[in-house]
């Protein structure tokens, strides 16, 4: 009977033994594991910095393009600023109701703010280019009433400015 014993408590902790020593292992590898992918993390970046490097550089040009692009806020206060003087001083634009088209040429934003003057339903409307810190505005007026969508469609494609 004790050797019945025995062989149960023989299996028991030859399983116990096996299942530590897995659990040992297990616990080294998965330090092991983030040790040299930590490793191979900061050792790979730094090889592939250089790969990547060159895409990032050709992209590093990109991301410079992107910082002087206008907000929308700016172009409409580019618009506002460079219109208010030609109309009464009571002028009020609603900058929240502007609407900005990419136009087919340049300058290539078109800005049309709403505004209200002497019981007017009127208009600012200007071409703007160039940059936040440099805007280029080729068209900047005012009416005391909107434009007509046809003619803000030549204006997007850049036909009939001037008012020719």
Not at 17 to 46: D, K, W, Y
């Amino acid at each position: 009977m004790t050797s019945h014993r025995l062989a149960p408590a023989l299996v028991v902790a030859l399983v116990l033994f096996a299942g530590a020593a897995l659990v040992g292992c297990a616990p080294e590898a998965s330090i092991s594991e983030p040790s040299p992918t930590a490793e191979q993390t900061s050792t790979s970046p730094t090889p592939s910095s250089p790969s990547p490097s060159p895409a990032p550089t050709t992209d590093s040009p990109e991301p410079p393009e992107t910082p002087p692009t206008f907000t929308e806020s700016e172009l409409v206060q580019i618009c506002i600023d460079v219109t208010t003087s030609v109309y009464d001083p009571g002028v009020v634009f609603d900058a929240s109701g502007a609407r900005i088209e990419k136009r087919t040429v340049t300058p290539e934003w078109l800005v049309l703010v709403p505004a209200q003057t002497n019981g007017y339903d009127g208009e600012s409307v200007c071409t703007i280019g160039g940059s936040p810190t440099d805007p280029d505005i080729d068209m900047s007026s005012g009416s005391i009433q909107p434009l007509p969508e046809e003619q803000i469609q030549k204006l997007i494609r850049g036909e009939n400015e001037g008012g020719e």
